[in-house]
């Protein structure tokens, strides 16, 4: 697919034609009265009928210019020798002058036919993707930019951008090499271009395949990108092997006279929503920037506000269910912005655990965590997120600070979920067995809500469970809820590890963990989590009632 250069825009291509034609003429007619005005056809003069043969030959090519030099060569033919004395030129005086405007207006005409088909190779090739022959970001923004030039909305409808990623291309990469992942691009393109609507495919990125529709409106691309989303489901034959990919769609629609870039960034950061939301496909909203912007602007402001201190951990304590003693504690991060109001860990953990910025972060966690373990009797959880496994100064550092607080490394515990352990077994269990030789322990937190086996818990130096809200949510009314909850209870004491409950918010959920076996808890029902002061004076009065006034 291809639109008319931007330059062709300004005006019908007739009124260019015209235009040439005319200058043509003129010069022509110019240079002929110049060669008749200075005395005939003797003089250099006619040397200047060469103008308009290379001017035809850079605007019409060969054709072009051998017209014009015959036009040229009758010219000067109509002209004496001497215009004074009426000499006429004779024939092969002529013919010579013929023959010279007919070889340079045609080896003229040849190379600018060349430059134009070498210009027009290169350009085909910028804008086309090398591996599968799709036209590529270059050709799309021009096509877009184009369509937004020249197509207004027509009824309501307008242009429609849908960025599709192929999410797990990754896998036919890995199992069947760099032809095969294009092949499965090149295949998916071709039946996503059959589609009622798409004006062009263009291929993005190694995974990802840019659609241009027009005209539409966001009906009809929601439409569209259900029927992309079915395309994944039905099986692609990639090297005589049927494979089935799943699809990610982000889609936008314009307002407001936007560039093409614009609209791109839009359909980007729809498919990044839709990722994080394991969602098929999410369409733009105007929300999404707003979000984008905060995002940035807060995790631009982490390792200002570790040096001006603006962040603390608050303590959420762990009770042994057996007898409903604090044992320990989870130390959880805080950030006190500038209004004094506490910023959700939610809001920038998530970017930061993606950035090296985690390692300040956990660093002052495990810092600020061994400090206040001095003062508390129990052991101390802390966080960490798989990159800082793969950080090993960081990992000395955690061991030189209980050092440093002269703390029995069995004083604090580290809690990581599945998901992060799975990203690099190999790495987590070299780094889980240098926390354990050192003696401090290791809790899988999250327990049961990752896509592990369970077969790697044979395998890493682990010491606790710590089973998901999610389990414990329907303890009180759901008797399948309470099996599950068996059974994982079951399986940690069978590798003999300590297992704690979290999200406990009710006293018949604590009830059913006590009767299950279930050793520690953390939840609600006890207390959220506190500054360090607020949770001594809340064990003061928690351990000073009985067991039955308790909860």
């Known amino acids: ?142 096509d877009l930019a184009g369509l937004l030039a020249d197509s207004p909305c027509r009824d309501g409808k307008t242009v429609g951008l849908i960025l599709v990623q192929v999410a797990d291309i990754t896998d036919i990469l890995e199992a069947m090499g760099a032809d095969a992942s294009d092949e499965l691009v090149s295949s998916m393109s071709r039946r996503i271009a059959r589609l009622d609507g798409v ?121 042994k269910l057996a007898d409903g003693s604090v044992c320990g504690c989870e130390a959880l991060i805080r950030w006190q912005g500038d209004d004094g109001r506490l910023i959700p860990p939610g809001l920038f953990m998530p970017k930061v655990e993606n950035t090296t910025l985690i390692a300040p972060v956990t660093r002052f966690v495990a810092g600020e965590a061994c400090r206040f373990a001095k003062r508390f009797a129990g052991t101390v959880s802390i966080n960490v997120s798989a990159r800082n496994l793969q950080d090993p100064a960081l990992l000395g550092e955690i061991e030189a600070l209980l050092e440093r607080n002269e703390l029995l490394p069995s004083r604090l515990e580290v809690e990581i979920t599945e998901t992060a352990l799975m990203n690099d077994l190999t790495a987590a269990r070299e780094a889980l067995e240098r926390l354990r030789s050192f003696g401090i322990g290791v809790s899988i937190d999250d327990f049961g809500t990752g896509f592990a086996s369970f077969e790697y818990l044979r395998y890493l130096p682990i010491t606790g469970l710590k089973i998901d809200r999610a389990f414990v949510d329907g303890l009180g009314h759901d008797e399948r809820s309470r099996k599950l909850m068996a059974c994982l209870i079951d399986v940690g004491h069978a590798l003999g590890l300590e297992v704690t409950a979290e999200g406990v918010e009710t006293a018949e959920q604590h009830r059913i963990l006590r009767e299950l076996g279930c050793d520690l808890a953390q939840g ?21 009632r009985d067991d039955a006034s308790r909860w």
């Open 1 to 142: 697919m291809s639109f008319r250069p931007a330059w062709e825009t300004r005006g019908p291509a007739f009124t260019r034609e015209l235009a040439r034609l005319a200058v043509l003429a003129v010069v022509l007619a110019l240079g002929t009265l110049i060669v008749y005005v200075t005395g005939g056809t003797r003089f250099a003069y006619p040397y200047l009928m060469l103008i308009p043969v290379l001017l035809s030959a850079a605007w019409y090519g060969v054709a072009g210019a051998i017209v014009v030099a015959l036009l040229a060569g009758l010219a000067m033919a109509a002209i004496p020798l001497n215009v004074a004395t009426g000499e006429a030129q004779g024939m092969l005086n002529w013919l010579i002058r013929l023959g010279l405007y007919l070889v340079i207006g045609g080896f003229a005409g040849w190379l600018f036919s060349r430059l134009r088909n070498t210009h027009a190779e290169r350009d085909v090739a910028a804008r086309t993707d090398p591996r599968v022959g799709l036209p590529n970001q270059v050709a799309m923004e021009e």
């Open 199 to 319: 004006r062009g495919v263009y291929r993005f990125s190694g995974a990802e395949l840019m659609l241009l529709l027009w005209p539409v409106d966001r009906e009809g691309l929601e439409l569209t990108a259900e029927r992309l989303v079915a395309l994944g489901e039905d099986n692609l034959p990639v090297k005589g092997i049927p494979a089935r990919v799943q699809l990610v769609l982000g889609s936008t629609l314009p307002r407001d006279r936007p560039t093409p870039g614009e609209l791109v960034r839009e359909a980007r950061m729809a498919l990044l929503a839709a990722t994080e939301a394991h969602r098929s496909h999410c369409h733009y909203r105007p929300e999404f920037t707003q979000r984008t912007v905060q995002t940035i602007k807060m995790i631009s402001r982490v390792r200002h506000g570790l040096e001006q201190g603006e962040f603390l951990l608050h303590y959420q304590p762990k009770l």
């Open 524 to 544: 609600f029902l006890y207390t959220k989590a506190l500054p360090a002061d607020e949770l001594f004076a809340w064990q003061g009065v928690h351990e000073g």
